[in-house]
């Protein structure tokens, strides 16, 4: 597939991607499911209660992130990601392993200087 720069769509991906956090939360839902508040603010202990909602809010808008709330006292809510998030994980695979390549990269260069 030919890319033309001029009708490039990076910039729509990265939008949607782009955060200290969403990548984290994203891999977090996709290597151990379905996940309460709790459980993921437990998970990354450096994200603030406000911060965590305003991702999730933002995935959740993006259909990449699926909020159920289930009507019990007290009030339960879970978040999973959704099939169509799902079809994200190759991407994200991908720039991990290109991150973790980059970082050995840089420790090499280094060293050899």
């Given at each position: 597939?030919?890319?033309?720069?001029?009708?490039?769509?990076?910039?729509?991906?990265?939008?949607?991607?782009?955060g200290k956090w969403?990548?984290?939360?994203?891999?977090?839902?996709?290597?151990?499911?379905?996940?309460?508040?709790?459980?993921?603010?437990?998970?990354?202990?450096?994200?603030?209660?406000?911060?965590?909602?305003?991702?999730?809010?933002?995935?959740?808008?993006?259909?990449?992130?699926?909020?159920?709330?289930?009507?019990?006292?007290?009030?339960?809510?879970?978040y999973s990601i959704?099939?169509?998030?799902?079809?994200?994980?190759?991407?994200?695979?991908?720039?991990?392993?290109?991150?973790?390549?980059?970082?050995?990269?840089?420790?090499?260069?280094?060293?050899?200087?």
């Amino acid at each position: 597939m030919e890319i033309k720069p001029e009708l490039c769509r990076v910039d729509d991906a990265l939008g949607i991607l782009t955060g200290k956090w969403k990548p984290i939360i994203l891999l977090h839902l996709l290597t151990k499911g379905t996940q309460r508040f709790s459980e993921l603010k437990r998970n990354m202990p450096g994200i603030t209660q406000k911060m965590l909602t305003n991702q999730l809010r933002d995935l959740e808008e993006e259909d990449i992130v699926q909020r159920v709330v289930y009507p019990q006292v007290p009030p339960k809510v879970e978040y999973s990601i959704t099939d169509y998030g799902k079809s994200l994980e190759p991407i994200l695979r991908a720039m991990h392993d290109w991150g973790t390549k980059h970082n050995l990269h840089k420790k090499q260069k280094i060293v050899s200087e």
